[in-house]
T-cell receptor, first 108, second 113 residues
Framework: LAKTTQPISMDSYEGQEVNITCSHNNIATNDYITWYQQFPSQGPRFIIQGYKTKVTNEVASLFIPADRKSSTLSLPRVSLSDTAVYYC?????????FGAGTRLTVKP | DGGITQSPKYLFRKEGQNVTLSCEQN?????MYWYRQDPGQGLRLIYYSQIVNDFQKGDIAEGYSVSREKKESFPLTVTSAQKNPTAFYLC????????????FGPGTRLLVL
């Protein structure tokens, strides 16, 4: 099972770019890396997913180096509404165990 | 309108009582999951099921039981053996591929009277 490690918390200011790195040293060949966002008292929701190199969607970018032992979620120009907990998951079939997540606080 | 629903939103349990949390999905997903979340903490896996009539224990299954009699339903029972049941309970579903994203319900908050 691929275990993920993330910083417990991060602070940022509105308009800045935020990068959250996740470590997954024992990631398996078939694992995809998926990031979820959770607001208080809600279920997590999907943000972005990738296998290697770079993936970008309307919300975020995901950078995965060639060795795939880490990944970085990049949120461009954050706003107050991006304050949430962000979870990194190295998905392998039915392995859906989440780590502790990173609590991002965006300040005005 | 496809999605995953949980009921009730709030549930109160008396000492020694079993309570059942409902989870239903109409996404035709094979797999369903139950998580527990304590204040300020991450999600911990209680049970999961990949197929009807089969389920596996997660990391904190003690004091909980589940059933999967239908593909769309995965109820969780919090038994009296669970001594600290106060938490936020989340149900999720997905297909089984590595690229399949999980969809979460809105959660049930369980409180002990």
């Amino acid at each position: 099972l691929a275990k993920t490690t993330q910083p417990i918390s991060m602070d940022s200011y509105e308009g800045q770019e935020v990068n959250i790195t996740c470590s997954h040293n024992n990631i398996a060949t078939n694992d995809y890396i998926t990031w979820y966002q959770q607001f208080p008292s809600q279920g997590p929701r999907f943000i972005i997913q990738g296998y290697k190199t770079k993936v970008t969607n309307e919300v975020a970018s995901l950078f995965i180096p060639a060795d795939r032992k880490s990944s970085t979620l990049s949120l461009p120009r954050v706003s107050l509404s991006d304050t949430a907990v962000y979870y990194c998951l190295a998905r392998n079939n039915n392995d859906m165990r989440f780590g502790a997540g990173t609590r991002l606080t965006v300040k005005p | 309108d496809g999605g995953i629903t949980q009921s009730p939103k709030y549930l109160f349990r008396k000492e020694g009582q079993n309570v059942t949390l409902s989870c239903e999905q109409n996404l035709n997903h094979d797999a369903m999951y139950w998580y527990r979340q304590d204040p300020g903490q991450g999600l911990r896996l209680i049970y999961y099921s990949q197929i009807v009539n089969d389920f596996q224990k997660g990391d904190i299954a003690e004091g909980y039981s589940v059933s999967r009699e239908k593909k769309e339903s995965f109820p969780l029972t919090v038994t009296s053996a669970q001594k600290n049941p106060t938490a936020f309970y989340l149900c999720a579903s997905s297909n089984l591929g590595e690229r399949d994203r999980a969809y979460f319900g809105p959660g049930t908050r369980l409180l002990v009277l």
